[in-house]
């Protein structure tokens, strides 16, 4: 059987360390995901840390226990896509008079923020292999 699959059964029958085993067997692979998609590391971090509450608070709606992986890569791209969309609405409610002057920054942000939307919608239409 694969290890995955003995853990997520162990989790869901109340063995709280193995969900310990599988946060340190994925963090890294959920960290460097979040941190490649959002390009900032506390944004990664934030993302790590609810993919991690999330998987946990729906491990029982995951059908084939021996794709956690795959799961929780997908789990990864939704929080990214969430984040930055939050961030994209923040940024359009701040009042020009908020903005920091000299206009290259914000322009600059924009791009890399078009930039990454466009990233995200590439590799959601990515097949999960």
């Known amino acids: 059987m694969h290890q995955d699959s003995i853990l997520v059964q162990e989790i869901l029958t109340g063995n709280n360390e193995a969900f310990g085993d599988l946060v340190r067997k994925y963090y890294t692979l959920v960290y460097r995901q979040g941190e ?3 390009r900032n590391q506390q944004d990664a971090q934030y993302v790590t840390q609810d993919v991690f509450v999330k998987a946990l608070e729906n491990l ?3 059908q084939d226990y021996s794709s ?5 890569r997908a789990i990864v791209r939704h929080e990214c896509q969430n984040r930055f969309r939050r961030s994209k609405e923040r940024q359009a409610s701040v009042p ?3 903005l920091p002057d000299g206009n290259r920054g914000v322009e600059d942000d924009m791009v ?4 990454l939307g466009e990233v995200i919608s590439a590799i ?3 097949s999960e292999t």
């Not at 890399?112 to 930039?115: I, R």
């Open 60 to 62: 029982a709606s995951l």
């Open 68 to 72: 956690f992986e795959v799961w929780v």
């Open 96 to 98: 020009s008079e908020e």
């Open 36 to 38: 490649a998609m959002l």
């Open 112 to 115: 890399l923020s078009e930039a």
């Open 124 to 126: 959601d239409e990515l």
